[in-house]
Nanobody, 112 residues
Framework: QYQLVESGGGLVQPGESLTLSCVASGSTSGIGRISWHRQLPGQEREWVAFISDTGGTTTYSQAVQGRFTISRANAKKTVFLEMRNLKPEDTGEYYC?????WGQGTRVTVST
């Protein structure tokens, strides 16, 4: 059974960094193109970042442009989301998806 599993969330202070992981597990030979989405408290789920299957294309939402970096480690079937200069407004549940499957989410809290 193909699954995507997010990890790496936690509590950090404003200005700090955190890296999330999205790992493909189960019946798969690899991990393809992946998007990260997040759901902030009281808001609709929003798209955050995208990486193509080769890593040749990456795109970001305006809210995270310049602070977040999406990357991949295909040998580990993993896509990362490096989050820098985190702000309280980044607090929420972060999900990865290949367009068909969604992970269970990992919680990011940015607070003093």
């Amino acid at each position: 059974q193909y699954q995507l599993v997010e990890s790496g969330g936690g509590l950090v202070q404003p200005g700090e960094s955190l890296t999330l992981s999205c790992v493909a597990s189960g019946s798969t030979s690899g991990i393809g193109r992946i998007s990260w989405h997040r759901q902030l408290p009281g808001q609709e789920r929003e798209w955050v970042a995208f990486i193509s299957d080769t890593g040749g294309t990456t795109t970001y939402s305006q809210a995270v442009q310049g602070r977040f970096t999406i990357s991949r480690a295909n040998a580990k079937k993993t896509v990362f989301l490096e989050m820098r200069n985190l702000k309280p407004e980044d607090t929420g549940e972060y999900y990865c998806t290949d367009g068909d499957h969604w992970g269970q989410g990992t919680r990011v809290t940015v607070s003093t």
